[in-house]
C-alpha cells in the first residue's frame, strides 16, 4: 500500500512539473510573441513616419526652391521682353 501510495505521488508530482513547465513555456512563447509583434508594430510606425517626414520636407524644400526659380523665370524674362521692347520701340520711334 505504501508502494502504490509513493508511486501515486511520484505521478501526481511528475503530472505537476509537467504543467508547470508548459504553462511556463506557453506563457514565454506568448510574451515573446507580443514583444515581437510590439517590436514591428514599432518599427513600422517608425519607417512610415520618417518615410512621410522626409516626402514632406522634401516636397516642401522642393516647393520653396522652385518657387523663387518659377517666379524668376515667369516674371524676370518678361520684365527684360518688356524692357527690350520699349527700348527697342523707343529707338525705333525716336
Do not use: Q
Amino acid at each position: 500500500v505504501v508502494i502504490v501510495i509513493v508511486v501515486v505521488a511520484l505521478v501526481a508530482v511528475i503530472v505537476v512539473v509537467v504543467v508547470v513547465v508548459v504553462v511556463v513555456v506557453v506563457v514565454v512563447v506568448v510574451v515573446v510573441v507580443v514583444v515581437v509583434v510590439v517590436v514591428v508594430v514599432v518599427v513600422v510606425v517608425v519607417v512610415v513616419v520618417v518615410v512621410v517626414v522626409v516626402v514632406v520636407v522634401v516636397s516642401v524644400s522642393r516647393y520653396l526652391s522652385l518657387s523663387p526659380s518659377l517666379n524668376y523665370l515667369y516674371h524676370k524674362p518678361t520684365d527684360t521682353i518688356k524692357k527690350a521692347l520699349n527700348e527697342t520701340s523707343v529707338g525705333s520711334f525716336s
